[in-house]
């Protein structure tokens, strides 16, 4: 197995470079690298901008939380807290829509109920296969065109 692979690999036509590790087409090639060619790195990138802005924010706000802490009122409510307080939903709106919710399951219980008080009727029997009633072929022939059915004749 090996002498044949490299039986093919002597005999190849392509040239040796671009045998192994050579441009093959699409977008590799063995040129050296030029350094100069790399832009530098610096930490201008969309990421070091906002790893910078984040920590900047979170410094001011543990400062201002800082500052809040120290010369707060013992009744008053923190700023974070009344932020989210004020934009949740108020708790009379919760419960309207927990009523509305626990309402519909009892309308939705209550029809299961009276369905599993029906009577048996007659039972239905279950499709199991729905394709076999297609009248098509599952391979794509057309009925009567792979025999010669023009000698048939019918009963009546």
Do not use: C
């Not at 045998?19 to 790195?41: F, K, L, M, Q």
């Not at 939380?65 to 009122?73: G, L, P």
């Not at 029809?111 to 279950?126: I, S």
């Amino acid at each position: 197995m090996y002498r044949s692979a490299l039986r093919r690999l002597a005999t190849s036509s392509r040239p040796a470079a671009l045998r192994r590790g050579g441009d093959h087409g699409h977008g590799h090639s063995a040129a050296p690298i030029n350094p100069a060619e790399y832009t530098s790195s610096d930490y201008t990138s969309p990421f070091w901008r906002n790893v910078f802005l984040g920590s900047v924010g979170a410094f001011v706000l543990w400062n201002a939380n800082e500052y809040y802490v120290a010369t707060k009122d013992p009744e008053a409510i923190h700023p974070i807290t009344a932020y989210i307080s004020y934009h949740m939903t108020e708790e009379k709106e919760w419960k309207k829509i927990n009523y509305t919710a626990i309402k519909e399951i009892e309308a939705g219980a209550a029809d299961t109920l009276m369905l599993q008080e029906l009577p048996a009727g007659r039972k239905v029997a279950r499709v199991v296969a729905p394709m076999l009633l297609e009248r098509g072929s599952p391979f794509g022939i057309s009925a009567g065109t792979q025999a010669d059915i023009s000698d048939v004749v019918l009963k009546r």
